[in-house]
Protein backbone atom coordinates (compact mmCIF):
# COMPACT_ATOMS: atom_id res chain seq x y z
CA UNK A 1 0.00 0.00 0.00
CA UNK A 2 0.82 3.46 -0.68
CA UNK A 3 -0.02 4.29 2.86
CA UNK A 4 2.84 1.87 4.43
CA UNK A 5 6.02 3.57 2.03
CA UNK A 6 4.49 7.18 2.77
CA UNK A 7 5.08 6.07 6.70
CA UNK A 8 8.61 4.58 5.74
CA UNK A 9 9.99 6.85 3.84
CA UNK A 10 8.74 9.77 6.66
CA UNK A 11 10.27 7.34 9.47
CA UNK A 12 13.07 7.38 7.68
CA UNK A 13 13.93 11.29 6.93
CA UNK A 14 12.74 11.86 10.86
CA UNK A 15 14.81 8.98 12.29
CA UNK A 16 12.62 6.89 13.76
CA UNK A 17 9.47 5.21 13.65
CA UNK A 18 6.05 6.80 12.06
CA UNK A 19 2.99 6.02 14.95
CA UNK A 20 0.74 4.64 12.92
CA UNK A 21 -3.10 5.21 13.65
CA UNK A 22 -6.33 3.40 12.47
CA UNK A 23 -7.32 4.83 9.28
CA UNK A 24 -10.84 6.28 9.84
CA UNK A 25 -13.66 7.96 7.23
CA UNK A 26 -15.72 10.20 9.39
CA UNK A 27 -18.65 11.54 7.77
CA UNK A 28 -21.57 12.87 9.37
CA UNK A 29 -24.32 14.32 7.71
CA UNK A 30 -25.91 16.25 10.15
CA UNK A 31 -24.68 19.83 8.32
CA UNK A 32 -27.27 18.75 5.44
CA UNK A 33 -29.80 17.79 7.83
CA UNK A 34 -29.26 20.94 9.79
CA UNK A 35 -29.32 22.95 6.56
CA UNK A 36 -32.80 21.25 5.16
CA UNK A 37 -34.18 21.95 9.36
CA UNK A 38 -33.30 25.47 8.79
CA UNK A 39 -34.51 26.23 4.96
CA UNK A 40 -37.97 24.38 6.09
CA UNK A 41 -38.27 26.72 8.88
CA UNK A 42 -37.00 30.03 7.31
CA UNK A 43 -40.20 28.94 4.45
CA UNK A 44 -42.47 28.74 7.37
CA UNK A 45 -41.45 31.98 9.25
CA UNK A 46 -42.02 33.72 5.71
CA UNK A 47 -45.07 32.27 5.01
CA UNK A 48 -46.49 33.10 8.59
CA UNK A 49 -45.31 36.55 8.30
CA UNK A 50 -46.44 37.16 5.09
CA UNK A 51 -50.01 35.77 6.53
CA UNK A 52 -49.82 37.92 9.36
CA UNK A 53 -48.33 41.02 7.81
CA UNK A 54 -50.51 40.80 4.51
CA UNK A 55 -53.02 39.12 5.61
CA UNK A 56 -52.24 36.95 2.37
CA UNK A 57 -53.95 33.03 2.62
CA UNK A 58 -50.96 30.15 3.09
CA UNK A 59 -51.37 29.25 -0.95
CA UNK A 60 -50.89 33.19 -1.54
CA UNK A 61 -47.86 33.04 0.79
CA UNK A 62 -46.77 30.27 -1.14
CA UNK A 63 -46.98 31.73 -4.06
CA UNK A 64 -45.23 34.89 -3.38
CA UNK A 65 -42.23 33.09 -1.95
CA UNK A 66 -42.03 30.71 -4.78
CA UNK A 67 -42.78 27.36 -3.54
CA UNK A 68 -43.04 24.47 -5.57
CA UNK A 69 -46.99 23.20 -5.92
CA UNK A 70 -45.70 20.55 -4.73
CA UNK A 71 -44.69 21.25 -1.64
CA UNK A 72 -47.67 23.01 -0.79
CA UNK A 73 -49.54 20.36 1.39
CA UNK A 74 -45.80 19.79 3.30
CA UNK A 75 -45.87 23.38 4.39
CA UNK A 76 -49.39 23.84 5.00
CA UNK A 77 -49.56 20.98 7.89
CA UNK A 78 -46.38 22.66 9.44
CA UNK A 79 -48.01 25.55 9.58
Do not use: C, W
Not at 7 to 34: L, S
Request: hydrophobic share 35%.
Amino acid sequence: MKHKVVQQEVGDIMGGKVIEFPEITAYHDGVTEGRAEGKIEAILNSIKGIMSNLGKTAEEAMDILNVPKEDYPKYKSML
